[in-house]
């Protein structure tokens, strides 16, 4: 066997390991994990997970997910708690420490300071006989039979379904509490999401710049200022009005059919008005809607240009490209 083979095996093997022990713990999401769900429920404080070595970088990851779901979590180092760290941890607290063994030095240590407080501690462990699952109030059961680490040493297969259970849990309590997109868009407003959720069509206007104004012209004006109005507006279109009320739109796709039309008559006007090269009653939308919503009108209408009004009056023109380029997909 070749050396890249052996690696290729090693790669699949190790996903198999890993998906086979993932798998494994929708069994342990039983009446356990329910009581633990609901402690965490009941409780006023935060989770405080804890956790040394690769187990930290789990912990680490759980809270975060923790965080922006709206569960309010915080990390805690073994080692440095023995050290001082461990004033962060409130009465109404609740410790979840995070072991493989479940008999690691520095997180058995926290086991007495943490009882002489009364406050409940949650184990996440591969060793439902260890010392620490054996003082915890509730297990969180990780147990896998072997690391996909051919020597059976480096933490792999342990840690995946360590962050598992984490993200079953983080998406329990999520579930539980009634967590809605809007609530996560406002954890997250600098994400997709949070544009998708607050990003209006107004803000987009705003942004954009003169690149984002629309000309306007009266149903008379001629081709010139027809020419000159999608020009100045630089959105790729111009407004048509009629005694201040919006008529139609002149896009620059407009104007290149009607080129290509006059091109094919040898005696076609070029004397044509707006009112000849609109498209009449326009796709309009308010300034307070959500661009997201916007961005779907034009698609499902295969429009690149979107009017927007703020109330009866032109608050200006969206183009489809400022959408994309404000991320809100």
């Known amino acids: 066997m070749s050396q890249s083979t052996q690696w290729m095996a090693a790669a699949r093997r190790t996903l198999s390991l890993e998906a086979a022990a993932i798998a494994a713990l929708e069994s342990r999401i039983d009446a356990d994990f329910q009581l633990i769900v609901e402690?965490?429920?009941?409780?006023?404080?935060?989770?405080?997970?804890?956790?040394?070595?690769k187990s930290a970088d789990v912990a680490r990851k759980t809270v975060a997910t923790l965080n922006s779901t709206g569960t309010p979590a915080s990390f805690l180092h073994a080692a440095d708690a023995l050290h001082g760290d461990l004033g962060l941890v409130q009465d109404d607290d609740i410790v979840i420490a995070v072991s493989k063994s479940g008999n690691t030095a520095e997180v058995v240590a926290l086991i007495p300071m943490i009882r002489a407080r009364n406050i409940s501690l949650i184990a996440m462990?591969?060793?439902?006989?260890?010392?620490?699952?054996?003082?915890?109030?509730?297990?969180?059961?990780?147990?896998?039979?072997?690391?996909?680490?051919?020597?059976?040493?480096?933490?792999?297969?342990?840690?995946?379904?360590?962050?598992?259970?984490?993200?079953?849990?983080?998406?329990?309590?999520?579930?539980?509490?009634?967590?809605?997109?809007?609530?996560?868009?406002?954890?997250?407003?600098?994400?997709?999401?949070?544009?998708?959720?607050?990003?209006?069509?107004?803000?987009?206007?705003?942004?954009?710049?003169?690149?984002?104004?629309?000309?306007?012209?009266?149903?008379?004006?001629?081709?010139?200022a027809v020419i000159l109005g999608i020009t100045a507006g630089r959105v790729g279109a111009v407004v048509v009005t009629e005694n201040d009320r919006i008529a139609g739109i002149i896009t620059d796709g407009d104007l290149r059919r009607a080129f290509k039309n006059m091109a094919k008559q040898a005696d076609a006007p070029n004397n044509l008005l707006a009112s000849e090269l609109m498209t009449a009653d326009p796709q309009t939308m308010d300034a307070s809607e959500l661009a997201a919503k916007g961005f779907s009108q034009m698609q499902s209408r295969k429009i690149n240009q979107l009017v927007v009004t703020d109330g009866d009056q032109l608050a200006g023109v969206v183009h489809l490209h400022a959408l994309i380029s404000a991320g809100i997909f």
């Open 39 to 53: 402690q965490i429920l009941a409780n006023p404080g935060r989770l405080i997970f804890a956790g040394i070595g």
């Open 125 to 224: 462990t591969g060793n439902p006989s260890s010392e620490l699952a054996t003082a915890a109030d509730g297990i969180l059961n990780v147990a896998v039979e072997a690391e996909a680490c051919p020597h059976d040493l480096a933490p792999t297969t342990s840690s995946a379904t360590q962050l598992a259970m984490g993200d079953a849990l983080a998406i329990a309590l999520m579930v539980a509490r009634g967590f809605t997109p809007e609530q996560f868009a406002g954890f997250h407003p600098g994400g997709t999401l949070g544009r998708r959720l607050f990003l209006t069509l107004g803000d987009v206007l705003k942004t954009g710049g003169s690149a984002q104004t629309a000309s306007s012209i009266p149903l008379d004006a001629p081709l010139d």
